[in-house]
């Protein structure tokens, strides 16, 4: 999704959180120097690496440790920021973690180190995150913002919010042939309300399901649900 594209939905979501552009764009400005001196990924790999696979996206629902067990999934694996602990925990390295570093991070240091690639997203309230966090990542990385990109200083913007609809937008981008949900449960948002405690997250989830449901193409399946 290209920014003109995404700008009018960011502008509805800032209203939505009373959310400050200003420091999302600080954010990502912070960001943007912290990358100056790590070994960054490039489009060109992200391409090779999509492009044309299928790509099951791991989010942090409840039936996560359970889709993991009973599953075996062929093609690449995009972990969501939490979802990477539980995979990890089951010895599954994602080949791309999406983050804005609210997750155990240490796990995703550990999976940095043996080759996956990390998409860091700035934004207004996690720049204590990024300063602490990204200079303990080695290599193969890649800077998200919700705002204006800045692709020359590898600061770009593939379009999504939360770490979850983000993977898919990425997954979307790159010309993925089919992308598989994984513990992304949307028909039962109102139900985790006793588990969240938070209404700002059940809004957030429901930006999510509205976000993923603007993907035309490719197609999108939710694990569980493919004999539908």
Known sequence: M???????????ILADFEFDRNKDEDAANILK?????KEVQTNSNLLELIEDKQINIFGAGPTLET????????????????A??????????????????DGYIPDQINANEQGATIIIHAHGDNIDALNHWVPKFKSNLLGTTQA???EKNNIYNFGGF???????????????RQIILVAFDFKNIGKYSFKFNSEIKLRKLTWSNLLIGMIEK???????????
């Open 162 to 176: 939360t770490d979850g609809d983000r993977a898919v937008f990425l997954a979307a981008h790159f010309n993925a």
């Open 33 to 37: 120097k912290l990358l100056k001196s």
């Open 148 to 150: 204006q990109p800045d």
């Open 218 to 228: 490719p197609p999108i399946v939710f694990y569980g649900d493919e004999s539908d």
């Open 84 to 101: 990477t602990s539980p995979l990890m925990n089951k010895g599954i390295v994602p080949d791309i973690i999406v983050t804005d570093l």
């Open 2 to 12: 290209r920014f003109i594209e995404w700008e009018p939905i960011y502008k509805q």
């Open 67 to 82: 889709d993991i067990e009973n599953s075996d999934f062929q093609g690449v694996i995009i972990a969501a920021d939490g």
